[in-house]
């Protein structure tokens, strides 16, 4: 019962400063992402405040998860500190209970923050940010971002047997598209290596996809006959023309409607499956990928950082501990930022990128435990 009383009193101290850092980082982090761009917007775009205050309310989820971390680190820090100064500390070790039984309850804080961080991500903030780009959009008049709609490439890989028994992955197709226009792609290319070498040239006006009888229907075009020495053996126009081809190029365009962070894991994944199978580098997407998993977990890494630095005998404002709270995450951004990038040129693995940051953290917050543990 003792420990239960304690673990509910350490659970008290560390909730109210955890409402006020997300109250706090919130309405930062609103003010400088958010409000001044769309007053901007409201001044120079002629915005209606409406629609402003309807595209303020849909990134809300996106700031608010971000501070979960950042919140965490505050709260921690303050009432361990406080603990601390007022030998609260002092008395329950002379009761007999450890600095790991102590730094307890703010990990299993921080694992339930984790949760919770990794729910808003998968449930709300896809959404909400999808909708707030589009909103953005429709109001300034411009194409959604992120929306790949020019030069379009897909090459088709299919898996072949030679006459030997060898099972092959080889180039079939290439589709080459200009422009993709309200579910049509247009002057439209395919290629056909089915026949080991270029066998036929298709080139359309338009291309639309029938998904009743999954086929490709061509719009004026012609169709040239390849023999295998690359001359054309036969050239024939047509008005329409129906071949069976793969739908991924239309599947592929409709899913980069959507950024990264506006994505789902399951639809992130996906997303980077087809754009592999198209021959694009998905290295960049693999770190976004993995920091899916990797910005949630900020959190207990926070937690044990600043449980730690709050057991030191020394007394922490709450002004100063927010100051403290704001310099560990600058520097724990820039880390990511750094990682980030390497991740996306390749210098380092994509799951290291996405990762190491964290695992510095939790290194650091390792040894001032240990420290603090003596």
Same mark, same amino acid.
């Given at each position: 019962?003792?420990?239960?009383?304690?673990?509910?009193?350490?659970?008290?101290?560390?909730?109210?400063?955890?409402?006020?850092?997300?109250?706090?980082?919130?309405?930062?982090?609103?003010?400088?992402?958010?409000?001044?761009?769309?007053?901007?917007?409201?001044?120079?775009?002629?915005?209606?405040?409406?629609?402003?205050?309807?595209?303020?309310?849909?990134?809300?989820?996106?700031?608010?998860?971000?501070?979960?971390?950042?919140?965490?680190?505050?709260?921690?820090?303050?009432?361990?500190?406080?603990?601390?100064?007022?030998?609260?500390?002092?008395?329950?070790?002379?009761?007999?209970?450890?600095?790991?039984?102590?730094?307890?309850?703010?990990?299993?804080?921080?694992?339930?923050?984790?949760?919770?961080?990794?729910?808003?991500?998968?449930?709300?903030?896809?959404?909400?940010?999808?909708?707030?780009?589009?909103?953005?959009?429709?109001?300034?008049?411009?194409?959604?971002?992120?929306?790949?709609?020019?030069?379009?490439?897909?090459?088709? &890989?299919? #898996?072949? !047997?030679?006459?030997?028994?060898?099972?092959?992955? @080889? +180039?079939?197709?290439?589709?080459?598209? =200009?422009?993709?226009?309200?579910?049509?792609?247009?002057?439209?290319?395919?290629?056909?290596?089915?026949?080991?070498?270029?066998?036929?040239?298709?080139?359309?006006?338009?291309?639309?996809?029938?998904?009743?009888?999954?086929?490709?229907?061509?719009?004026?075009?012609?169709?040239?006959?390849?023999?295998?020495?690359?001359?054309?053996?036969?050239?024939?126009? &047509?008005? #329409?023309? !129906?071949?069976?081809?793969?739908?991924?190029?239309? @599947? +592929?365009?409709?899913?980069?409607?959507? =950024?990264?962070?506006?994505?789902?894991?399951?639809?992130?994944?996906?997303?980077?499956?087809?754009?592999?199978?198209?021959?694009?580098?998905?290295?960049?997407?693999?770190?976004?990928?993995?920091?899916?998993?990797?910005?949630?977990?900020?959190?207990?890494?926070?937690?044990?950082?600043?449980?730690?630095?709050?057991?030191?005998?020394?007394?922490?404002?709450?002004?100063?501990?927010?100051?403290?709270?704001?310099?560990?995450?600058?520097?724990?951004?820039?880390?990511?930022?750094?990682?980030?990038?390497?991740?996306?040129?390749?210098?380092?693995?994509?799951?290291?990128?996405?990762?190491?940051?964290?695992?510095?953290?939790?290194?650091?917050?390792?040894?001032?435990?240990?420290?603090?543990?003596?």
């Amino acid at each position: 019962m003792g420990l239960s009383r304690l673990d509910g009193y350490l659970f008290w101290e560390l909730g109210l400063p955890f409402l006020f850092g997300v109250a706090a980082f919130t309405s930062l982090g609103m003010a400088i992402g958010s409000l001044f761009e769309l007053v901007r917007y409201i001044v120079e775009n002629g915005m209606s405040m409406t629609l402003a205050a309807q595209i303020f309310v849909l990134r809300l989820p996106s700031i608010v998860v971000l501070t979960f971390p950042m919140s965490v680190l505050l709260c921690t820090l303050l009432a361990y500190s406080r603990l601390t100064a007022d030998s609260e500390i002092v008395a329950l070790k002379a009761c007999g209970v450890s600095v790991y039984r102590i730094i307890a309850p703010a990990i299993g804080m921080s694992v339930l923050v984790t949760g919770l961080t990794f729910v808003f991500n998968e449930q709300i903030v896809p959404s909400a940010t999808y909708e707030a780009s589009l909103a953005l959009a429709k109001a300034l008049e411009t194409e959604v971002p992120a929306f790949k709609k020019d030069n379009i490439f897909y090459p088709v &890989f299919e #898996t072949i !047997q030679d006459e030997k028994g060898n099972v092959n992955r @080889e +180039l079939t197709r290439i589709l080459y598209a =200009r422009r993709y226009n309200q579910g049509a792609m247009e002057n439209m290319t395919v290629l056909d290596f089915s026949q080991n070498n270029l066998s036929q040239i298709i080139k359309a006006k338009r291309g639309i996809w029938l998904p009743k009888e999954q086929l490709w229907r061509f719009e004026k075009g012609v169709v040239y006959g390849v023999d295998q020495v690359g001359n054309y053996r036969n050239i024939a126009k &047509f008005d #329409t023309y !129906q071949m069976n081809l793969s739908y991924r190029p239309i @599947e +592929l365009v409709e899913k980069s409607r959507r =950024r990264p962070e506006e994505m789902t894991v399951a639809q992130l994944s996906e997303y980077i499956r087809l754009m592999g199978e198209a021959g694009q580098d998905t290295v960049g997407l693999w770190v976004q990928l993995h920091q899916k998993f990797a910005i949630p977990f900020t959190c207990v890494s926070f937690a044990l950082v600043g449980a730690t630095m709050g057991l030191r005998r020394q007394r922490t404002t709450g002004a100063l501990g927010l100051g403290v709270s704001i310099l560990i995450i600058f520097f724990f951004y820039v880390a990511s930022f750094l990682t980030n990038a390497w991740g996306q040129l390749g210098v380092l693995n994509p799951l290291l990128a996405a990762w190491l940051p964290n695992l510095i953290t939790l290194g650091i917050g390792g040894v001032l435990l240990s420290r603090v543990a003596r």
